[in-house]
């Protein structure tokens, strides 16, 4: 019988990592600077679209505008 896996330290393996702790600090950020520009708003629904499919590194200088959520969402990266 497989040994079962145990997601929830996998889930805290990678997502504690410090490239991806960096990465989410830039989202933060992102949306931060968004809130005292006045683009978005707490609870508005919409979320901020970085422009350009960023798989890796960082997301500090990277353009970003505002969407829905459920078209933030749908979007997918061009498959090969």
Request: net charge positive; proline share 6%; hydrophobic share 20%.
């Amino acid at each position: 019988m497989p040994k079962k896996r145990d997601y929830k330290k996998e889930y805290a393996d990678y997502h504690g990592t410090p490239e991806q702790k960096k990465r989410r600090a830039d989202r933060n950020r992102a949306r931060r600077h968004a809130e005292a520009d006045g683009r978005v708003h707490k609870g508005d629904g919409k979320e901020l679209d970085h422009v350009g499919y960023h798989r890796k590194g960082r997301l500090k200088n990277v353009p970003t505008r505002v969407v829905s959520r459920t078209a933030n969402r749908k979007r997918q990266p061009p498959r090969s």
